[in-house]
């Protein structure tokens, strides 16, 4: 019953490197989103796919690309970290794009940059 | 404005007391809200979801919605010291032009219970 499952769990990056954060539930959900937390910032919307298929931006997609690879899966690529990009990192799912569904959580995982 | 508004913490409440935490929203369309509570490190977790005005109770908690005033609430009864965590207000919002909803959510209000 594993849910939302994130990998890596941790991460230290150097400026400029490269990384992709990966993202896969079992649920049978159509929609999946990627967050950013920052401290007193809460939950911030980086990107998401309403549909396999479909991607589309959040209100901080700036320095992050995407992939709906398949329904089940569902990655965040930093093509050139920068500091700023520091940050805890949640993917979460949910049924379907419709508005009465809840999404749910994976681990998250914490990158720094430095 | 922003969106989806909590009442600045931090909470400290004595264990027994009840909590209580308010949260307001800025789109009067939304129709749907959950409460995630959030522990040190961890993930958000869902434990609310309200759709309709009122009350609706659920073991220790209650949440509260009155879409007039755009305003939803949770208190939690009988607190504990497990009950200390970060309590994050989410509202479904429905993107302009779109069949998309995304859900906004408040900064969390992190409470504290005092064995």
């Known amino acids: 019953n594993a849910g939302v499952t994130q990998t890596p769990k941790f991460q230290v990056l150097k400026t400029g490197q490269s990384m992709t954060l990966q993202c896969a539930q079992d649920?049978?959900?159509?929609?999946m989103y990627w967050y950013r937390q920052d401290p007193g910032m809460g939950l911030r919307l980086i990107y998401y796919s309403a549909s396999e298929g479909t991607t589309d931006k959040g209100e901080v997609p700036n320095g992050y690309n995407v992939s709906r690879l398949n329904k089940r899966e569902f990655s965040l690529r930093l093509e050139s970290a920068a500091p700023s990009q520091t940050s805890v990192y949640f993917c979460?799912?949910?049924?379907?794009?419709?508005?009465?569904?809840?999404?749910?959580f994976g681990d998250g995982t914490r990158l720094s940059i430095l | 404005q922003k969106e989806v508004e909590q009442n600045s913490g931090p909470l400290s409440v004595p264990e027994g007391a009840i909590a209580s935490l308010n949260c307001t929203y800025s789109?009067?369309?939304?129709?749907?809200f959950f409460w995630y509570r959030q522990y040190s490190g961890k993930s958000p977790e869902l434990i609310m979801s309200i759709y309709s005005n009122g009350d609706k109770e659920d073991g220790r908690f209650t949440a509260q919605l009155n879409k007039a005033s755009q305003y939803v609430s949770l208190l939690i009864r009988d607190s504990q010291p497990s009950d200390s965590a970060t309590y994050l207000c989410a509202v479904n919002l429905r993107k302009r032009g779109s069949n998309d909803y995304k859900l906004s959510f408040g900064a969390g209000t992190t409470v504290t219970v005092r064995a």
């Open positions: 789109d009067r369309g939304s129709q749907s």
């Open positions: 649920m049978n959900h159509n929609s």
């Open positions: 979460a799912s949910r049924l379907d794009r419709g508005g009465n569904q809840p999404q749910h």
